[in-house]
């Protein structure tokens, strides 16, 4: 059997500094940096930012081989959400989220981490079908 490379890891940062947190420019730059870091090739990087008014924005960062989300809540203690995705085993996502949380100034995080092929406390469960299914 092959080795299943990559994981997710979900987290929420808060305490950020507020004039990065609200700035689309800032907030790519960061994500960019994080896909870099999780073995995105130079060229092969699209992004995405929305920014809601008042305040807060939504954005994401895509590669073939890693991808950053992140959304804000700049009213709810200055905080964040953020999801990385990587499929390469030879990254750190650790210090990337620790690099994401530098950037945002963040004074409090935290994290689940899922690493792809391992034991882990979520489980797979088929879904029931349901009567009223068409298929």
């Known amino acids: 059997m092959s080795t299943i490379s ?3 890891w979900v987290a929420e940062i808060y305490g950020c500094n507020l004039e990065v947190l609200e700035n689309p420019k800032l907030v790519e730059l960061a994500l960019r940096d994080a896909v870099f870091k ?6 092969s990087v699209q992004a995405t930012v ?6 807060g924005l939504s954005a994401a960062v895509l590669s073939p081989v890693a991808a ?3 959304h804000t809540w700049p009213e709810d203690k200055a905080s964040a959400a953020l999801d990385l995705y990587f499929y390469k085993h030879d990254v750190d ?5 620790r690099g994401l949380a530098r950037a945002f100034g963040a004074q409090e995080e935290s994290a689940f981490r899922f690493w792809r092929g391992n034991e882990h406390e979520i489980k797979r469960r088929a879904q029931a079908a349901h009567a009223s299914d068409p298929s």
Do not use: D, I, T
């Open 6 to 8: 990559g994981g997710r």
């Open 68 to 70: 950053v989300m992140m």
């Open 38 to 43: 999780l073995g995105a090739p130079p060229g």
């Open 50 to 55: 929305y920014k809601f008014y008042p305040q």
């Open 93 to 97: 996502p650790e210090s990337v989220l």
